[in-house]
């Protein structure tokens, strides 16, 4: 991968060499220790050596370092001279510490360092200095090629980056534009774009960046005029339908002069002064979804930028997909939001329009039991009261699931609501049930907890009518706890009724859901499916405890 490695504007010299500093200072030539120190030092297919004097000025130098790593020829050094400090970035020429260790130990360990190449291309490398023996005014120093190894740990840096940057989204649209902006980052690029394919075989681009803002504007006028097509010979057309990269060393490619849009097109593109470009494929479970094109105005790319731009395309892939199942789950909870709205409306006028004929029916049968009961027969009668009954019953079942359909499945109206208050208000609405009845409710000092009172009063009057429905034929008790925990209150309703099977203990809370094996007293299947959708309101969780003949515990957790 290719990293911007200049000073800034101003502080970069020239990488060629210098004939006005070799004239005034011309190279030493100290041949016979020059050779010594090198032929100890070098092997020439490996490492870098050289003789350097304190100002900088190179000495002798081998092959491999002159050549290999620098750039230059031996006919260059001969002529011009070479000064290691004019091939070294302004930054990096001025080192304290290191002249201060030069001249307390007589040399340098091992420390990093770019350098010019003859070309302007940068060259990073492993350097050490020591004084030759005897000498204060001369060094003998090798030096390392290590570029493919900060290369690569340059591109780690950068990937581990921009991933970061990626990750900030969750948005499909502000996260193809955090792509893009990645791309421009240590000069990898100078123009970036997106493409995803659309139905009417175009493909459209989602996102667009260019270094220069002034051209940005141009650049989305020759995009506008001159859409692209899958059926295009090459580009992020071809890249989308073969899910193979591709490379150009000119840009726009010559191909391109045959695609829509003919030469009007490719002189647009060709009037930005882009040099090179590539394409990569973008994929969503395995299948490519678009493509990541980069263009630069300024260099050509090399194989290595290739696999750079790969694995950048590989890491904004999975975010892609990590987008669209975001879309995806705010897609559904919108719908199941407006279902539930839906299903609450046609409960609730279900419920009324039921409520009506059921009433009048229930009437006109108190009416026939008030007017005709002494003509009937004994098992007429018997008749007439089972439908009354089944009327009243059918009634209570409408109400009840009206009355569940209206509970909120969303979040509940928190606020600080008391407990004990809370079971009191509970237990005064089921007085009728209770009075002269042998029962006996125990609880004291209950929390203050976060929720909806109105939700949390149904609830107790929801757990203690089930209570009192299946109290077994002792005196009937009921006991309310709580207990405190890191995650907020756990509270517990146990009562000594007649219990169940505890591999039953899911089944209750389901709408409408009775256990096999309880009598007459049946209830109507809604009042634990209520208690579940209340404390699910206040994300909490509910779950019953039981053993036939043993009682049975309701617990449920809330938010302190």
């Known amino acids: 991968m290719h990293f911007d490695q200049s000073p800034k504007p101003g502080q970069r010299l020239s990488a060629k060499l210098s004939p006005s500093s070799s004239r005034s200072a011309p190279p030493l030539r100290f041949n016979l220790g020059a050779n010594y120190a090198l032929g100890l030092l070098s092997d020439k297919n490996v490492l870098g050596t050289a003789v350097v004097a304190l100002d900088g000025q190179v000495v002798e130098i081998n092959d491999y370092y002159l050549t290999h790593i620098l750039g230059y020829t031996r006919e260059d050094f001969e002529r011009d001279g070479l000064n290691i400090l004019e091939v070294t970035p302004a930054d990096y020429r001025d080192n304290e510490s290191l002249k201060a260790e030069l001249r307390r130990t007589g040399r340098i360990t091992a420390f990093e360092r770019p350098r010019y190449k003859k070309d302007g291309s940068v060259v990073w490398t492993l350097n050490g200095y020591a004084f030759m023996e005897g000498r204060s005014d001369l060094m003998s120093c090798w030096a390392l090629d290590i570029t493919d190894k900060k290369r690569s740990e340059m591109t780690s840096q950068y990937l581990l980056e921009a991933n970061k940057i990626m990750a900030e989204s969750v948005e499909l649209q502000p996260l193809l534009e955090k792509i893009v902006a990645v791309t421009l980052v240590n000069g990898f690029c100078d123009f970036c774009t997106i493409h995803f394919p659309e139905v009417d075989n175009r493909i459209s681009c989602r996102a667009m960046i260019h270094k220069d803002p002034e051209l940005t504007l141009q650049v989305k006028r020759v995009i506008e ?112 939001e407006r279902s539930n709205r839906d299903l609450t409306y046609f409960a609730s006028i279900a419920a009324h329009d039921l409520k009506s004929p059921l009433a009048t029916s229930q009437s006109f049968l108190n009416l026939l039991r008030d007017e005709c009961a002494q003509n009937l027969t004994p098992e007429q009668n018997t008749w007439l009261n089972k439908a009354i009954s089944a009327s009243e019953k059918m009634l209570q079942q409408v109400d009840r699931l009206l009355s569940f359909s209206q509970c909120k499945t969303g979040q509940a109206d928190v606020q600080p609501v008391d407990m004990n208050g809370t ?109 579940r959708k209340i404390i699910e309101s206040h994300h909490g969780t509910i779950w019953a405890e039981s053993a036939p003949g043993h009682g049975s515990k309701f617990s449920f957790t809330l938010p302190g």
């Open 225 to 336: 005029r001159y859409p692209r097509y899958l059926s295009d010979a090459i580009g992020p057309a071809r890249v989308i339908r073969t899910g193979k990269s591709e490379m150009s060393r000119t840009a726009p490619p010559v191909e391109e002069e045959n695609d829509h849009g003919g030469q009007s097109r490719y002189y647009s593109l060709r009037a930005l002064a882009l040099k090179s470009y590539m394409s990569v494929p973008l994929f969503l479970e395995g299948k490519t979804i678009g493509a990541l094109t980069l263009t630069s105005m300024s260099r050509q790319f090399e194989p290595e930028d290739l696999k750079t731009a790969e694995a950048l395309a590989l890491r904004a892939s999975q975010h892609i997909e990590n987008a669209k199942l975001h879309e995806s789950l705010k897609q559904s909870a919108g719908d199941l």
């Open 423 to 531: 079971v009191r208000a509970a237990l005064d609405n089921l007085r009728t049930d209770i009075e002269g009845q042998n029962f006996d409710f125990r609880f004291e000092s209950l929390p203050t907890v976060k929720g909806d009172p109105t939700l949390l009063v149904v609830l107790f009057q929801n757990l203690f009518s089930n209570s009192i429905r299946y109290r077994a034929h002792e005196p009937l008790r009921v006991e309310i706890r709580a207990e405190h925990n890191d995650k907020g209150w756990t509270f517990q309703v146990t009562d000594n009724g007649r219990g169940f099977d505890s591999k039953r203990a899911e089944q209750i809370f389901r709408l409408f859901e009775q256990l096999p094996d309880r009598d007459s007293q049946a209830g109507l299947g809604i009042g634990l499916a209520t208690c």
